[in-house]
């Protein structure tokens, strides 16, 4: 079965929707482990003073972007319980066809760049990643959780996962004017980064052919992971922290809506 028809696309189809744990459940059952060549962080330049960030993932057959936007409006996603955030990946097969470049005279505009050359990472990595940030960093914060901070401590993760990639613009959080806004301690990016690590550990080799050499986890392989982060409760704590580290600046200027 081909990667189109796995995923429910058709040569002229429009873009399909997943939320990253469902996603992450196709990649395991389908063993969909198309090879990454590129990520992309984009911004959409700003509409009334509002902005939003996505990463925008290479394959050789497709484009996935994955994204955090708020399942809640007004005062809720500014407080430090804006409730669940809304992660999502969506698949087509060229990034014209999604509406974020259908939009006139909003075309959004590429920040930052990892390429790679050797020893590329699978699709399911970065879907992994990204699902376990999901799941940790579950709550949307206005400041702290939004769009910025999910598509930027994903790809950091990513970088560090799989150093052999090349970098070009930015491709991880730094100070400046967005400083407040979507920031995020190394540490957190270690836990990402230590958590895919243990996943893989579990992977089992397939024997057969190379194009199963990269076996998917298993429903047993998540209940460990979430057994692992269950154990890490104490370190996780104050990760989970809301407040800005004591090396971010206070000042912003711009209002997000991702």
């Not at 590329?120 to 990204?130: E, G, M, N, Q, R």
């Not at 230590?194 to 392989?221: K, M, N, W, Y």
């Amino acid at each position: 079965m081909d990667t189109l028809h796995t995923l429910g696309l058709h040569e002229y189809g429009s873009p399909r929707q997943y939320s990253v744990r469902e996603f992450l459940h196709l990649t395991r059952t389908t063993q969909l482990a198309a090879t990454i060549i590129a990520c992309h962080l984009y911004r959409i330049p700003s509409r009334s003073s509002c902005c939003h960030e996505f990463l925008l993932v290479h394959t050789e057959q497709l484009v996935f972007i994955i994204e955090r936007v708020p399942t809640n409006s007004g005062m809720r996603v500014i407080s430090s319980n804006g409730g669940a955030a809304r992660d999502t990946i969506t698949v087509v097969r060229v990034r014209e066809h999604h509406e974020y470049w259908r939009s006139a005279g909003h075309d959004p505009v590429c920040k930052g760049t990892l390429l790679w050359h050797q020893s590329s990472p699978h699709l399911f990595d970065i879907v992994f990643i990204a699902s376990v940030a999901s799941t940790i960093f579950k709550h949307y914060n206005l400041y702290v959780r939004q769009c910025y901070f999910y598509a930027r401590i994903t790809l950091d993760a990513m970088a560090r996962a799989f150093p052999s990639c090349s970098t070009q613009g930015t491709t991880s959080f730094s100070k400046g004017r967005l400083t407040i806004l979507g920031s995020y301690k190394l540490s957190q990016v270690q836990l990402l980064v230590d958590l895919h690590a243990i996943g893989c550990q579990r992977v089992v080799p397939s024997i057969e052919t190379e194009r199963h050499a990269f076996r998917l986890v298993t429903s047993d392989i998540l209940r460990g992971l979430a057994m692992s982060i269950s154990s890490l409760q104490r370190f996780l704590a104050p990760l989970m922290s809301l407040e800005p580290g004591p090396d971010v600046a206070t000042r912003h200027s711009d209002h997000v809506s991702g």
